[in-house]
């Protein structure tokens, strides 16, 4: 028993080095850069990952803070995007890539009418 506790605590110290060099990485990438910014986030520093990883804010606040900062307004990206074309439109579009698809399947001579 009192071996198996020494091997749980060498893999708790492994596993507790795993993740330190993980949040150092992490925070690595999340350095400020020379305009004081932090270059994965593009906002400036610190940023709420950078702030996260330290503990200084909760998720929640992390969240609450990107509500706040994002607005993000539906009705313009709506009229920013090409009309979703319909169903019977999509379905009466020609499947040439399949029919193509099928014949090479089949191993069918491709069609002349069809070739494009
Ligand atoms: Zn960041």
Known sequence: MISELGQERADAL???????????????LHEPDGDGEC??????????????????ISSEQAFGALRDAEVIDLAR??????PVPSLSELLAQ???????????????????????
């Open 94 to 116: 020609p499947t040439r890539g399949m029919d193509r698809f099928f014949d090479a399947l089949l191993g069918l001579p491709p069609r002349a009418d069809r070739a494009s």
């Open 14 to 28: 492994r596993r507790v080095a795993e993740l330190g060099g993980l949040l150092a990485d992490l925070e690595a």
């Open 77 to 82: 990206a709506e009229r920013d995007c090409p």
């Open 39 to 56: 270059p994965a986030c593009a906002a400036p520093a610190p940023c709420l990952t950078t702030l996260l990883l330290r503990g200084d």
